[in-house]
Each structure stands twice: as C-alpha cells, then as structure tokens.
C-alpha cells in the first residue's frame, strides 16, 4: 500500500508532540484489511519517530469504530476456503495493531465520541488510557450474529473486571459511557463539547515528560502486571534502577543538589 493510500485511511496530525491518528473511509470507520494495514503502518511508524511523544485514536463522527469490515468478510465467503484464510489473516494483523497500542514504547490514548462497537471496542481497550464524551456508548455485539466477541474481550478484559467483560460478552447490549467508566474502561468522561480539548491538554502535558522513563515505564508496568508478585518487584526494581541512573538525570540531581 502507498503512503498516499495509506493517508486516506488514517489521517496523521502531529502537534506539540502529540500525534493524532483519524480512523477514516467512511463513518463506520470499519477495520478492513486495508485499514488495519495502513493502522499498523502508522503505529510502526510513531512508534520509531522521536518527535511523536504521545499517541491519540480518534474516530470521528458518531461511530468511533465500527469493528471488522462484515461487507468483506461476506465476500470472502466464496473463497475456495469459505474466507478461512482471508479470516486467519485479519485476526492476525488486527491483533498487530492492538498490541503494538499496548506494548509500543508511546503512550497511546483513546478519543471517544461515539459508539465503539467489537474490535472498535478493542481499540479503545487496548490504549493505555481512554477519554470519552458522555454521548459516546461501547458495545461487544457478537452473540447478537450468533458469535462471540473472543478476540476484543482479550483487551477489554485486560482493562475492566472480568465479570464486568464478561457482562458484555454474553449480552451484546450497549452501555453508555458512565457505566463504562464505572466499570473501569474508561479514564474520564467529558461533554462532546470539551473531549477533544480535555484530550489536548492532558496530551500535551504528558508530551512534555522524559521519552525513556516513559517508554521503559510503560512496558514494565504491563510486563510486571501478568507476574507473581516477587517476580513483579524485581522486573519494577530493575526499571527504577535505570530511570535513577540516567545520566542526564544524575547530571541534573547533581546540578541541583551537589552544593547542599
């Protein structure tokens, strides 16, 4: 895929180090191959550029993201294989996408102002931190097609108590975003009005911290997270060691401290 089709599914928007990512074609913004192809891309790429310091998803419009493209999935379903290939695939680059969200070395952050609906959900899941306005709604459907919601429940059941996801998972009803936020999906709800600035300026100021700590930081915490509790201080300990032994940190303690 070129860059410039690339663009036309996900628009970039770099400001004061904070990158914003616009899910686009379309206003379902469906996760079509083509989507999470040019998704993957676009986080490989923050993730690589010193001058992005903080990630933000942003589905535009009354739908944040509508989950995988069932318009393709149907036709795929005159495959020699019934789309069983065509399905092994997606899933896989659709798990990419959402573990480069939660192990890239950039915090990444979810904008939500509509409804969020099975992989779509996921995203929002899968961000380290998820702001919504008090319109938005979230929804893991898949019993409602006769399926379920296995692979997005891996992330929303990472980020709310489990019978909370479970909850989801066996209703397919939608719940609003206080309910969500209750339930631990989300970081803070906000007028539509005042999402995208309350997003802003929390980015904004989280752009101005240490990249390394934050990196480091980051991936320590969800790495120590899955482990027994000895193994997690250990794994943290050794983090705290190389955040207070940066040198350009030792140099400022010494600057600040070393005549007192």
Not at 66 to 78: C, S, V
Not at 87 to 102: N, V
Request: one cysteine or more.
């Amino acid at each position: 895929m070129t860059k410039a089709a690339e663009d036309a599914l996900i628009a970039e928007t770099l400001i004061d180090g904070v990158l914003t990512l616009t899910l686009g074609a379309g206003t379902a913004h469906a996760l079509s191959s083509a989507m999470l192809a040019a998704f993957n891309a676009a986080l490989k790429r923050a993730g690589g550029n010193d001058a992005v310091r903080v990630i933000v998803i942003h589905g535009p419009g009354h739908i944040f993201c509508a989950g995988h493209d069932l318009k393709e999935i149907a036709k795929h379903r005159t495959d020699a294989d019934d789309g069983k290939a065509y399905l092994r695939q997606l899933f896989d680059d659709c798990a990419e996408a959402m573990q480069r969200l939660t192990k890239g070395p950039k915090p990444t952050v979810a904008m939500v102002d509509g409804i969020a609906t099975a992989a779509g959900l996921q995203i929002v899941a899968a961000c380290d931190l998820a702001f919504a306005s008090d319109r938005a709604t979230f929804c893991l459907p898949g019993v409602n097609n006769g399926g379920f919601c296995s692979t997005p429940a891996v992330a929303v059941g990472r980020a709310m108590s489990r019978k909370h996801a479970m909850e989801m998972a066996l209703s397919g009803a939608v719940y609003d975003a206080r309910w969500a936020q209750d339930a631990g999906l989300l970081n803070r709800v906000t007028s539509s009005a005042d999402l995208s600035a309350t997003v802003y300026d929390f980015t904004k100021t989280l752009s101005t911290r240490h990249g390394p700590a934050i990196s480091s930081g980051k991936q320590t915490f969800y790495d120590q997270i899955e482990q027994p509790l000895g193994q997690a201080y250990e794994t943290a300990t050794e983090t705290m060691l190389g955040h207070f032994m940066d040198p350009l940190r030792i140099a400022e303690e010494r600057k600040t401290w070393g005549d007192t």
